[in-house]
DNA sequence: CGGGCCTCCCCT
DNA sequence: AGGGGAGGCCCG
C-alpha cells in the first residue's frame, strides 16, 4: 500500500475517533497513550472525556462527577512543586451542561468535604487550578480526606519519587443500594481507590478505602479494581500484571 | 519513644 | 482572612 494512503487512512481514523466519542485526546496521561474504557455499560450514559493540562478525567453526568481521573506522576513534577503554597479555587466545570454538573452550593455546608480525585499537590503550580474543577471533586467524609486519603496521597507520591514516574488513576466506586446523594443531585461515593503503574518495572497495585470515617484501608490488585469499579482502567497493561498484588508503602494511621 | 514544627485540606 | 484537626518528619 502506497505511502500515502496509509496515513491518510490513519488520519481519517483518527478524525473519526474524535468524531465518535466527540473527546479531546490527551496520550500523554494513560499508559501506552490508551484511556480507560468502560465496561459495565450503565455508566456509559453522560459520559464524558476531558483533557486538562495536567491530567484528564472521566467524568459522569449521572454522579455529577468524576469517575477517574489519570495523570502521569513524576519526580520531577513533584520537587518542583515542593513549598508552592495553594489557592483554592473550586467552582463549577461550564464545559458540562447545567444537567450534568455539580455546583458550588451543592457542597455547601454538606458536611461533605470537596475531595479531590487528582490530588493538588501532584500537579505542577501552573497546572494546580484545574484540580478545583467540580469536574474533579467528590463529596468525601472529612476524616477520611483528610486522613487516611491524605496519608494515601503521600505515600503515591513516595512511590512516584522512589520510582522516578508512575501512571496513576485515581476513581470512586459506587456500590450498593441505595445511594447516597447531596440533595439528590450530587451521588456520594461509596469507596475511593488510587491504582499505580510503573510500566519500566511492569508493576501496578490500588489502594483502596470505604468514604467514611475511620482509617481503614486496603491494598488490591488492578483486577480487583476494575470489576468492582466496572472499567477497564488500563487498556495497554498485560493481564498478569493486573493481576499482581506488590507491596506498596503503609500510608501511616496514627493510633 | 516524645515534642516541635511543618504539611495537607478543608471549613466558616 | 483565619482556624483547626490529622498526619509526616526530624531531632533528641
Known amino acids: 500500500m502506497p505511502k500515502t494512503i496509509i496515513v491518510v487512512s490513519l488520519l481519517i481514523s483518527l478524525i473519526a475517533s474524535q468524531i465518535a466519542f466527540g473527546q ?34 472521566g467524568h459522569s453526568g449521572l454522579t455529577r462527577g468524576p469517575l477517574w481521573g489519570a495523570e502521569l506522576l513524576t519526580k520531577q513534577d513533584i520537587d518542583e512543586g515542593r513549598g508552592a503554597a495553594r489557592h483554592d479555587n473550586f467552582r463549577p466545570d461550564t464545559r458540562l451542561p447545567v444537567s450534568e454538573r455539580s455546583e458550588l452550593k451543592d457542597y455547601s455546608r454538606s458536611g461533605y468535604d470537596r475531595g479531590h480525585i487528582v490530588n493538588n499537590r501532584d500537579l505542577t503550580p501552573e497546572n ?18 483528610r486522613g487516611i486519603w491524605s496519608a494515601i496521597e503521600s505515600a503515591t ?31 456520594i461515593p461509596t469507596s475511593l ?31 480487583e479494581v476494575e470489576l468492582a469499579a466496572g472499567i477497564n482502567l488500563f487498556p495497554a497493561m498485560p493481564l498478569q500484571v493486573k493481576m499482581q498484588l506488590i507491596k506498596l508503602p503503609v500510608p501511616k494511621a496514627r493510633r
Open 24 to 57: 479531546p485526546s490527551c496520550p500523554e496521561f494513560f499508559a501506552g497513550g490508551q484511556p480507560p474504557v468502560l465496561v459495565n455499560a450503565k455508566l456509559s450514559n453522560k459520559y464524558r472525556l476531558f483533557c486538562n493540562s495536567g491530567f484528564a478525567n
Open 128 to 145: 494546580r487550578d484545574e484540580s478545583f474543577l467540580l469536574s474533579n471533586i467528590v463529596p468525601q467524609v472529612p476524616e477520611n480526606n
Open 157 to 187: 507520591r513516595y512511590e512516584a519519587k522512589r520510582r522516578g514516574q508512575i501512571y496513576v488513576i485515581t476513581g470512586a466506586l459506587f456500590q450498593g443500594q441505595p445511594l447516597q446523594s447531596l440533595k439528590g443531585r450530587v451521588i
Open 193 to 223: 481507590y488510587k491504582c499505580i503503574y510503573d510500566v519500566s518495572k511492569q508493576q501496578a497495585g490500588c489502594y483502596t478505602t470505604a468514604n467514611t470515617s475511620g482509617d481503614q484501608y486496603a491494598v488490591a490488585s488492578v483486577a
